[in-house]
């Protein structure tokens, strides 16, 4: 439950980000990542696409700087978006990213 929980922050912080996209500047930060950061993940996070891609490089670097408790009050909004929460919690693992081992919304 704790992987999908943070998989779901992930995906929220993308949705945030493709929503507020025409208002955001390059360099814009959604907690503590830039939307263009966001956008390289949104690949891996995808619904109904298979083979799903893994997160790229840049992507892990972005979701490395991430205000994780910012993102659990966008975790509702996931599947508006095209972005399947099971995958966005998958990202932590696939980006090896240690510090959100124990992290809870």
């Not at 892990?60 to 975790?75: H, N, R, V």
Request: proline content about 8%; hydrophobic content about 40%.
């Amino acid at each position: 439950m704790e992987s999908y929980t943070k998989l779901a922050i992930v995906a929220i912080v993308l949705v945030a980000t493709l929503v507020t996209e025409p208002m955001a500047t390059n360099g814009y930060k959604i907690c503590g990542v830039t939307t263009d950061g966001l956008k390289t993940c949104q690949p891996a996070v995808a619904k109904n696409v298979d083979p799903l891609p893994s997160p790229t490089p840049d992507c892990c670097a972005a979701l490395g700087d991430a205000d994780m408790s910012c993102f659990c009050k966008y975790e509702d909004m996931l599947g508006n978006f095209n972005i399947d929460p099971k995958h966005a919690m998958e990202l932590p693992a696939k980006c090896q990213l240690k510090k959100w081992s124990n992290f809870h919304c």
